[in-house]
């Protein structure tokens, strides 16, 4: 499977951007997806997920009320709509399957999401 995420940049506190992945292999409409993300000196963590029909979204406690993850079968594309952000969310933003397959090792490149002003 091959997942590249584009979308991110340099926005100002309480600004937004749009992350969007495509994918490429796998069978993207029938696995549940999420996205992650890594900021400098931390371990990568699950920002939100979304189920494979889109019943169901989670979300971290520190993104709730601000992202919205929704996902185009159709299209093979996920995305994330990030809103009121916050310098604590300066990241590299990737996405992948969620929960992470065993010894997953995708990632891809992932996007840079800097918030500064």
């Known amino acids: 499977v091959q997942l590249q995420a584009s979308g991110g940049g340099l926005v100002q506190p309480g600004g937004s951007l749009k992350l969007s992945c495509i994918v490429s292999g796998g069978t993207f409409r029938d696995s549940n997806m999420g996205w992650f993300r890594q900021a400098p000196g931390k371990e990568r963590e699950s920002v939100a997920t979304?189920?494979?029909?889109?019943?169901?979204?989670y979300y971290a406690d520190s993104v709730k009320g601000r992202f919205i993850i929704y996902r185009i079968n159709a299209m093979n594309a996920l995305y994330l709509q990030m809103n009121r952000l916050k310098p604590e969310d300066t990241a590299v933003y990737y996405c992948a399957p969620s929960p992470l397959p065993p010894d997953f090792s995708s990632w891809g490149q992932g996007t840079q999401v800097t918030v500064s002003s």
């Open positions: 979304i189920t494979a029909s889109s019943s169901g979204r």
